[in-house]
């Protein structure tokens, strides 16, 4: 089976810069992925990292380390806006097909302050 | 490009009924995803499909769902009889398939069903 886990929440102010800690375990792994969702809204994709090391988007970076089963989403100059839930998720490998199987963590809660 | 439409967007039934649920993924997405996500916790897999075929349905609870995807586009998910813990939002997501699913799924706004 998979696990995940993350902390369910997390508060820092604007312009601080905060690390969203996650470890899983998993029967086969393809890459560790991550997924923004604000209240009542859809999640969104925010990056996926399949090596090790450090991926950057904008203000947003993604590490992963394999050995470790142990990934952190670094988020910059944190605005008001970036106040959401945060998931990491996994993608296994599925007996018999090539596609792979997303599963998600319980989310983490952040929240920015003025 | 157009995103994963969802409908309806809210449903309130008593528990006992049924209910059903309706996606359109993006066009030219050959795969068709079906997630729970019960509050405070994170998406979790009913269903994948891959064009029309099921790929995956392990954590589906078949002795009351039910989904189907005619054609390879548009699908439904139905709940027959709901009971209270099916409670949450139902959110689909499509993707290209393939090593192109790594990088993101777009999910739908999703149903938010309350069994009263």
């Known amino acids: 089976g998979q696990s995940l886990e993350q902390p369910s929440e997390v508060t820092a102010v604007e312009g601080a810069i905060v690390q969203i800690n996650c470890t899983y375990q998993t029967s086969g792994f393809y890459g560790l992925s991550w997924y923004q969702q604000h209240d009542g809204g859809a999640p969104t994709f925010l990056s996926y990292?399949?090596?090790?090391g450090l991926e950057e988007t904008g203000r947003f970076s993604s590490f992963l380390s394999r050995s470790d089963s142990y990934g952190y989403l670094l988020l910059q100059e944190l605005q008001m806006k970036d106040s959401a839930s945060y998931f990491c998720?996994?993608?296994?490998?599925?007996?018999?097909?090539?596609?792979?199987?997303?599963?998600f963590g319980r989310g983490t809660q952040l929240t920015v302050w003025p | 490009e157009a995103g994963v439409a969802q409908s309806p967007r809210y449903k309130i039934i008593e528990k006992r009924q049924s209910v059903a649920f309706w996606c359109n993924p993006i066009s030219g997405h050959a795969t068709l995803y079906w997630y729970q996500q019960i509050l405070g916790q994170g998406p979790k897999l009913l269903i994948q499909?891959?064009?029309?075929?099921?790929?995956?349905d392990s954590q589906l609870p078949k002795d009351r769902f039910s989904a189907e995807r005619l054609k390879g586009v548009d699908s439904t998910l139905k709940i027959q009889p709901a009971k209270l813990e099916d409670s949450a939002v139902y959110l689909c997501?499509?993707?290209?398939?393939?090593?192109?699913?790594?990088?993101?799924?777009?999910f739908g706004s999703g149903t938010r069903l309350t069994v009263v």
């Open positions: 499909f891959q064009n029309n075929g099921v790929v995956d």
């Open positions: 990292n399949a090596l090790d």
């Open positions: 997501a499509s993707s290209r398939g393939g090593p192109e699913a790594n990088y993101g799924y777009t």
């Open positions: 998720a996994v993608r296994d490998i599925h007996r018999g097909s090539t596609l792979g199987r997303l599963y």
